[in-house]
């Protein structure tokens, strides 16, 4: 043992037995019993392993990140210190919203391996869920909850200018996971590129197309710098809907592995961009069973009802600490009536935010390398076209003018006017 | 010396001698000659020790940071590794911008000392020059070069966003340093604080209203956002017109001690802030010899110049480097028409924000803790408070108008209309 300690070893479902013998932490979950131990890889994620972990007594998953992208393999190479970022990003997520985060049990950033709480069945990733034509009553309380609390507690709304620098240095470091960002969603949709792909034919004309429109390219340049430069808070960094786990009445946030100080609207956005793309997916998963009127109704409260609770949780958060350590606004300064103005002004900028980096998450997962489940798994590539079109048209509409809405209602209005 | 090294310690004009004999990079500066060595504390700063060295056979300056403000003293604490940000700096400014940033000649980080060029006479502080009515023919095109190079080589028009993103977490490091300017700059002047002074009584309902102004403290709230979160370059973080140094044919920055990762027009407004409360002040200087009426149309047309030409040599920069390593604006995505769009919407946002910044910047040093000499020096507190006032109503108009400003043109026609 003594000559392994301190070096990186990529495990496996059988060398995984000894690292958990070999750890406390993980035992004790196990409640130090290993009858009937069962492990099992399930990483359908893009980037890492993920072995479920059961014995008769207890459960945990592990996750290790290797030093390169899973799904592309050793050719492109990728920090493993990403395991560090997302371990203490759950740890701080969790801090503010232990209900939609998996507890941490063991980190080992040598392994670059995290423990954590198994999210057992009937938990299935959200997005699977939406596909699938299931609803989730609380879904849009427990998401606007993850996001009021998270994204509230990390920013200078709550914490002082000191705790904030401090943060905003150590996530710096997980730069490389932020370039990949920066290239999958800010650069590579609006140029040629090797990794871009759509469906095509059909699509062909349409990728072009969004690499010659200036105005979008102009719009995307701010998001891009809003996402390089500014530090608003502690952002998970890929909040779409295959990083939420639900049941009807439970909601995790799993893979915050691209975590960064970085413009709040970025998770908002990503989230609500993916709702909005399993929404003009529907009509590719429509039979004649199930036309998925209902549900595509559903989707789209749950949009109106996650950024509305989202915006009253948060400002009641504000409200309720405008008194503390936040040193953005002092409340010697901002009082009375001027609080409520100043609180309008942040929430209307998070808003156009939030619809501008939506739109981009929509916009890269069509023309960009990475394409979503919802519309992969629609067999007929002309009806998956077409469910694309409408998706990318209204994503650029939304990038553009995302200014002119003052509402989410007028969006929701906007996403029921796109043609067919 | 063995048991002091690693140690700090105050030196003053005796001890300093000894330190400079043990340094061979210092004694080589004095042609290791310490013939007719003369030694002269000059700090007329408000927070560090300044030492002029001067032999025979050559000269340099001794700058020291103690570990609290020197002209607050040991109760306000400040930490002094604020000469390492300074020493830095003055580097990696002296990279891009080798003619207008004295050399550094030696650093040593446990001391908290700088060794660098001494700017000899006839070089004195720009605002004493302004005070006495001097012209400088060379500053807007000297200070536009200054300002172009050092926030331009320090971007992400620039830079990689995997070198800034480093860049950006080795200056979170100066966060106390930061804590300063947002309270002075961003939080007393908006509120009651110990430390604010105004001429009174003249000034002290126009202190009041600055409290009590929501439109203006919401203006402000945006824009101590955009210092705290925003990473746009690396900028000097204190750049008044006392901390430049000029001659007829010499402009040089130094007291770089704020630098940060931080909006590019919280260095711009600071310059361009600063000349305009110049421009507010001459009357209070004018007496039956010179109506000062010239000068003032010199510090306008320096004013309007320093922009003009900061804008040209700034996007001249970004089209000459538009092929190269900046990742913001990718060539690949933004060339021809694009590229003009992109950097009129970039450069219109830059001078928007140095509006902002100027304006703040203006104000507290009207109703803020720390005063210009440009006013100060006007013995006449009615008179004073008569040319403070103009300028503060100006600045406030400012901040709260400045989107509407489209030219510097604009700017300086307002600076002409506030009314006596
Ligand atoms: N705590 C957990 N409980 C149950 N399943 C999990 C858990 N974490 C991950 N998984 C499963 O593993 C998959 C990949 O996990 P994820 O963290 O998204 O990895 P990646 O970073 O590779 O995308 C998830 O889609 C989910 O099916
Ligand atoms: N390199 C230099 N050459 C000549 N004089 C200098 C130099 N650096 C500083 N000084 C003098 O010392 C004063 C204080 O320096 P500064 O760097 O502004 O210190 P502080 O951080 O205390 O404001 C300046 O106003 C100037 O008069
Ligand atoms: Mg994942
Ligand atoms: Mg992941
Ligand atoms: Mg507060
Ligand atoms: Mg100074
Ligand atoms: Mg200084």
Redesign the interface.
């Known amino acids: 043992m003594a000559a392994e300690e301190g070096s990186f070893k990529a495990l496996n479902e059988n060398t995984l037995v000894d690292y958990i013998k070999a750890t406390p932490s993980l035992c004790s979950r196990l409640g130090n019993d290993f009858g009937n131990l069962k492990i099992k890889e399930v990483g359908d994620g893009n980037l890492n392993f993920v072995y479920i972990v059961t014995t008769d007594s207890g459960s945990l998953v592990i996750k290790q990140a290797l030093p390169y992208i899973r799904c592309i393999g050793e050719s492109w190479p990728m920090s493993k210190e990403r395991a560090y970022f997302e371990a203490i990003t759950l740890q701080e997520h969790g801090r503010w919203c232990p209900d939609h985060v998996p507890v941490v049990y063991h980190f080992d950033r040598v392994m670059s391996l995290i423990g954590m709480r198994y999210l057992a069945p009937p938990h299935i990733i959200l997005r699977k869920g939406l596909i699938a034509g299931i609803e989730y009553p609380l879904l849009a309380e427990h998401m606007a909850d993850y996001m009021s609390k998270t994204l509230f507690h990390t920013s200078?709304l709550y914490n002082t200018?000191?705790v904030?620098?401090?943060e905003?240095?150590?996530y710096?470091?997980n730069?490389?996971l932020?370039?990949l960002t920066?290239q999958v969603v800010f650069?590579d949709p609006?140029?040629?590129s090797e990794y871009n792909r759509c469906t095509s034919p059909y699509l062909d004309e349409d990728a072009l197309a969004v690499?010659k429109d200036?105005a979008l390219?102009?719009e995307v340049?701010?998001l891009?710098?809003k996402f390089?430069?500014?530090?608003?808070a502690l952002i998970h960094g890929d909040l779409h809907t295959g990083s939420v786990m639900a049941t009807q009445d439970s909601t995790q946030v799993i893979d915050p592995e691209f975590a960064v100080y970085g413009p709040m609207g970025f998770d908002i956005g990503a989230y609500l961009g993916n709702l909005i793309l399993a929404y003009f997916s529907q009509d590719g998963h429509a039979d004649a069973a199930n036309d998925r009127y209902a549900y595509k109704q559903w989707i789209l409260k749950t949009i109106e009802d996650t950024w509305k609770l989202f915006e009253k949780k948060f400002t009641s958060l504000w409200a309720e600490n405008k008194d503390g350590s936040g040193?953005?606004?002092?409340s010697?300064?901002?009082n009375d009536?001027?609080f409520s103005?100043?609180q309008e002004?942040y929430v209307k900028d998070l808003f156009h935010d939030s619809l501008g980096f939506g739109a981009a998450k929509m916009i890269r997962r069509i023309v960009g390398v990475a394409h979503v489940e919802d519309f992969e798994s629609i067999q007929d590539a002309k009806i998956r076209a077409g469910c694309e079109r409408r998706a990318l048209e209204f994503a650029k509409k939304l990038l553009k003018e995302r200014r002119g809405f003052q509402t989410i209602d007028a969006v929701i209005v906007a996403i029921q006017e796109v043609p067919f």
Do not use: F, M, P, W
Request: one cysteine or more; a positive charge.
């Open positions: 200078l200018t000191a904030h620098r401090q905003v240095a150590k710096c470091g730069l490389e932020c370039r920066e650069s609006y140029k040629k690499q200036d390219k102009l340049a701010e891009k710098a390089c430069e500014r530090a608003q040193e953005a606004y002092l010697a300064i901002y009536r001027v103005l100043a002004n």
